[in-house]
């Protein structure tokens, strides 16, 4: 329970935060260099200020934009 209470404390202060954040991962090749980056989850702060939703953002690796 007390990690589950962490859980929503963290994710309250992501969403409401004024500025924008936005997890992600690192897209890595065979030989363990960077290649790409995905996004994995944004707040609403993030959405504001690129314009884009977050069905938009999800998913989305830097390559493609």
Not at 15 to 27: H, K, N, P, T, Y
């Amino acid at each position: 329970e007390a990690s589950q209470e962490g859980f929503e404390w963290y994710r309250s202060l992501f969403e409401m935060a004024s500025d924008g954040f936005l997890i992600g991962r690192l897209i890595m090749d065979p030989d363990g260099r960077t290649i790409d980056f995905s996004v994995l989850q944004v707040n609403r702060a993030c959405e504001e200020l690129t314009g884009l939703g977050r069905e938009k953002l999800a998913g989305m690796e830097s390559c493609h934009t």
